[in-house]
């Protein structure tokens, strides 16, 4: 029977990733993705790299920044190995308050910085923040794992771990058993479904959708009743919601057409842009805001999974990480805060 090194359990960004830095370590590599790989949260992503914002809790600051930081290597890397061009934009952010709200940080006036705005006396601030299109990443990552000689299997759902004398042996699927001595559950909002433990993470979702033919926007903008993120092509994306849906991806015609409806309130130059498309992702998220990064209490089993609406910005760091946490090193950013004990042992 075959084996590998490491069995990653998911391919989305945070599997694939973690399997091309095990591959830099010489581990041979398996992902078991339950559909297609990229194809969940890393698929409906907006792809907004914020690593500053207010929400963002304090315990993630310093590895948010670290891989903010990454994400001109990782894609430069991540483009040279597949030659797919991933849309890296360096713009900025602005930051609408409230109407009314004053408070303005802005490296030149409103009006000079986006002229389509329907208010440019709104207060703002500006924020040095990168975008990316997720999808165009998670293309260049598959293709780059799959030149690494990466070994994935699609459509196979991972039904429980394989255990054999206390320690991790391999997984079992409803399709066969795969061996390894390492497994990492990269899963997102599947993570808690992979036995016997039960992570508590679940699926938040988020609706969006994405108007094209109007290049009227260049920076991301964020406003309290929706945000616009641009791409180099001309598409903008429209976001986005956050519900407690379960496992629901459907979309809502209601809540598109308010979102577009803010959209245009914002930049009336959109109304005239076509709506391409509209879809909803589900995020992994945990109780406490918090990804799950680390070992587990089962010898070779580690979780990398729950990264809520932060999985394209971490991906890097993650994967770095991770793989230093695998393979027996130090990792360089500190996991505490995000070991999967916190929630295993209550």
């Known amino acids: 029977m075959k084996s590998w090194d490491a069995i990653i359990v998911g391919g989305g960004i945070i599997g694939l990733t973690l399997s091309i830095e095990l591959r830099k370590q010489g581990l041979k590599v398996l992902i078991v993705e339950r559909g297609e790989p990229g194809r969940e949260a890393s ?14 809790p304090a315990a993630m600051q310093a590895i948010a920044t670290a891989s903010a930081r990454m994400y001109p290597e990782f894609v430069h890397e991540l483009q040279d190995e597949s030659g797919i061009k991933v849309d890296l934009r360096d ?11 004053s408070g303005d940080k802005l490296p030149a006036p ?7 705005l329907a ?3 709104r207060s703002a601030r500006f924020l040095k ?18 030149h690494r000689l990466v070994d994935i299997s699609s459509g196979t759902e991972v039904t429980g771990l394989l255990v054999s004398d206390g320690k991790v042996a391999g997984v079992s699927t409803h399709k066969s058993e795969y061996r390894a001595s390492v497994v990492v559950n990269c899963a997102g909002a599947w993570a808690g479904q992979v036995s016997p433990q039960r992570f508590p993470t679940r699926p938040v979702k988020g609706q969006m959708l994405c108007v094209v033919g109007q290049r009227v926007v260049r920076h991301v903008i964020r406003a309290p009743e929706v945000y616009l993120v641009p791409r180099s092509d001309g598409r903008v994306l429209i976001g986005a919601t956050l519900e407690e849906a379960g ?48 070992a587990t209490n089962t010898p070779g089993y580690f979780v990398a999974a729950g990264h809520y609406r932060d999985g394209i910005l971490l991906a890097p760091i993650t994967a770095r990480v991770m793989a230093q946490a695998i393979t027996g090193m130090k990792p360089e950013q500190d996991l505490a805060a995000f070991s999967p004990a916190r929630f295993t042992e209550k």
């Open 43 to 56: 698929h409906a992503a907006a792809g907004m790299l914020s690593d500053h914002l207010e929400d963002t």
């Open 91 to 101: 713009y900025g952010a602005l930051v609408l308050g409230s109407p009314g709200e």
């Open 110 to 116: 409103l009006s000079e910085l986006e002229p389509a």
């Open 119 to 121: 208010d440019p006396t």
């Open 129 to 146: 923040e990168r975008s990316v299109d997720p999808r165009a990443l998670v293309a260049a990552a598959l293709k780059a794992a799959k």
């Open 247 to 294: 496992y629901d991806k459907r979309t809502d015609p209601d809540t598109i057409h308010r979102m577009h409806q803010a959209a245009i309130a914002l930049i009336p130059a959109l109304g005239q842009a076509r709506v391409h498309e509209a879809w909803a992702g589900l995020r992994p998220g945990t109780p406490d805001a918090l990804p799950m990064l680390g």
